[in-house]
C-alpha cells in the first residue's frame, strides 16, 4: 500500500484514495482529545477530522492587567508596571487608600495589597487638636496638642477634637493695666473694672480725676467763676 503517512494528524490519518490518484485525509481519532493551538478555547476534541475547542474570554475589564488565557478554561491576570490590583480595583503607584492615608500602592513591594507610605509622610488623624501628625507602620501616629492658649486671661481655653480650639469667656479676677480702673473682672472675654474714685480730691473748686499718664488722682479747676 501507498505511504500516505504525511497526512496523519491528530485529528487526521493519510489514506490513498483510488479515484483520485493521491492520498487524502481522512477524520480519525473523533471525540478524541487535542491541541487546537488557540490558548483561549477548551476542551479540545477531535471533531470531524479538525481540532476544535469551545472559545472562552479572559478580558477581566480592568485597564490594569494584561489578561492571558492558559488553554484549559482558567486565565492569568497579569498587573501591568506602575499598578496595583487591590480588592478587585486598578489603584496607580503613589495613591493612598481612601480611608487610610499612610497606605498607598507600591508596585516595587506588592502588586495586590496596600504598603506602608514612608515613615514621616504628613497625614491627618482626623482630630483638630494635634498637629504634625505623621505616618508611622501603615497608620496615621497624632503629633502634638495643638496650642490653644490665647494668652488672654478672660477666656478658658481647650481643644474640640472636630471644632479645634475654643475659648469660653470666663468671670475671673483680672488686671486691664489701667490704674484708672479698679475691682477688674473678666465679662464676655475682656478685662474691665469700675472708674477709679478720686472724689477725695473734691473741693469748693477743684474736682477730683484720676491721669492715666500720672497713674494718680489729681485736682482739677471745676465750678469756674462761681460763689
Given amino acids: 500500500l501507498r505511504d500516505c503517512a504525511a497526512w496523519d494528524g491528530a485529528c487526521t490519518s ?3 484514495d483510488e479515484l ?15 491541541d487546537d493551538g488557540d490558548a483561549c478555547t477548551k476542551t479540545d476534541q477531535c471533531l470531524a477530522g479538525a481540532c476544535v475547542g469551545a472559545a472562552y474570554d479572559c478580558d477581566d475589564g ?41 497606605l498607598r500602592c507600591d ?7 496596600w504598603s506602608d507610605a514612608p515613615a514621616g509622610t504628613s497625614c491627618t488623624d482626623d482630630s483638630e487638636c494635634t498637629v504634625n501628625d505623621a505616618c508611622s507602620g501603615g497608620a496615621c501616629v497624632p503629633g502634638p496638642p495643638r496650642n490653644c492658649d490665647d494668652s488672654n486671661p478672660c477666656t478658658d ?11 469660653a469667656s470666663n468671670t475671673a479676677v483680672c488686671d486691664d493695666g489701667e490704674y484708672c480702673t479698679v475691682d477688674d473682672i473678666c465679662a464676655d472675654g475682656a478685662c474691665s473694672g469700675a472708674l477709679r474714685d478720686c472724689a ?6 477743684a474736682s477730683g480725676v484720676c ?16 460763689p
Avoid: F, K, M, Y
Fill in 211 to 226: 491721669d492715666e499718664l500720672l497713674d494718680s488722682c489729681v485736682p482739677t479747676p471745676a465750678n469756674e467763676a462761681q
Fill in 200 to 205: 477725695e480730691l473734691d473741693g469748693a473748686c
Fill in 157 to 167: 481655653d481647650s481643644c474640640d477634637a472636630s471644632l479645634g480650639c475654643q475659648h
Fill in 62 to 102: 480592568r485597564l490594569c492587567t494584561t489578561d492571558i488565557c492558559s488553554g484549559d478554561g482558567t486565565c492569568d491576570h497579569q498587573v501591568l508596571d506602575g499598578w496595583c490590583l487591590i480588592d478587585g480595583s486598578c489603584v496607580g503607584a503613589g495613591a493612598s487608600a481612601s480611608d487610610q492615608p499612610c
Fill in 107 to 113: 508596585p516595587t513591594t506588592a502588586t495586590t495589597a
Fill in 20 to 34: 483520485l490518484d493521491s492520498c487524502v485525509p481522512t477524520p480519525a481519532n473523533e471525540a478524541q482529545p487535542c
Fill in 14 to 16: 493519510g489514506a490513498c
